[in-house]
T-cell receptor, first 113, second 113 residues
């Protein structure tokens, strides 16, 4: 099955700075990589995803990059704001009949004023 | 648009009592359905997934079971709860397409006392 490692486990940045979270995966056949944001006590919500036919995808202040050769992908948040504070999870699919995702262990991002 | 309903939002149950959590999806047909558990401050662990009525796959051996009596209904059960069953339980759905994103319900916070 897929193995996903996520770093760092905690990240503190000042408002306005950039934040980068990195994930590696083990299954070279994986071709879909979503990122989820989970605010305290709430459900994880999909914020951006990327498929292996592109190397980068951007949505306003959020971008994801993918390096299939090295089997890693990263989430980039620019101009961070206090409302970006949350736990972020990366994920990669297991091979199989359903869209089973293996999640990383999460990164707690704290944006300080 | 699709919506996912999960209830109850919170639950406090004594050790040894039964459990039934319910999840329903609206606005889509034949979804894949999932139950995840999240221990406090931890990542997301896949418990069960289903690709159709009556089809349940278990990801980890445990004190829980799942059923899918209708296309858009997914139930998580236990005959006798353990202290270790405490956690945040999340139902999710995805399309049958390979590598479709997961959409989570609001979750049930279960405390076993």
């Amino acid at each position: 099955g897929e193995n996903v490692e996520q770093h760092p486990s905690t990240l503190s940045v000042q408002e306005g700075d950039s934040a980068v979270i990195k994930c590696t995966y083990s299954d070279s056949a994986s071709n879909y990589f979503p990122w989820y944001k989970q605010e305290l006590g709430k459900r994880p919500q999909l914020i951006i995803d990327i498929r292996s036919n592109v190397g980068e995808k951007k949505d306003q202040r959020i971008a994801v990059t993918l390096n299939k050769t090295a089997k890693h992908f990263s989430l980039h948040i620019t101009e961070t704001q206090p409302e970006d504070s949350a736990v972020y999870f990366c994920a990669a699919p297991n091979t199989g009949t359903a869209s089973k995702l293996t999640f990383g262990t999460g990164t707690r991002l704290q944006v300080t004023l | 648009s699709q919506t996912i309903h999960q209830w109850p939002a919170t639950l406090v149950q004594p050790v040894g009592s039964p459990l039934s959590l319910e999840c329903t999806v609206e606005g889509t047909s034949n979804p894949n359905l999932y139950w995840y558990r999240q221990a406090a401050g931890r990542g997301l662990q896949l418990l069960f997934y289903s690709v159709g009525i009556g089809q349940i796959s278990s990801e980890v051996p445990q004190n829980l079971s799942a059923s899918r009596p209708q296309d858009r209904q997914f139930i998580l059960s236990s005959k006798k709860l353990l202290l270790s069953d405490s956690g945040f339980y999340l139902c999710a759905w995805s399309r049958q397409d390979y590598n479709s994103p997961l959409h989570f319900g609001n979750g049930t916070r279960l405390t076993v006392t």
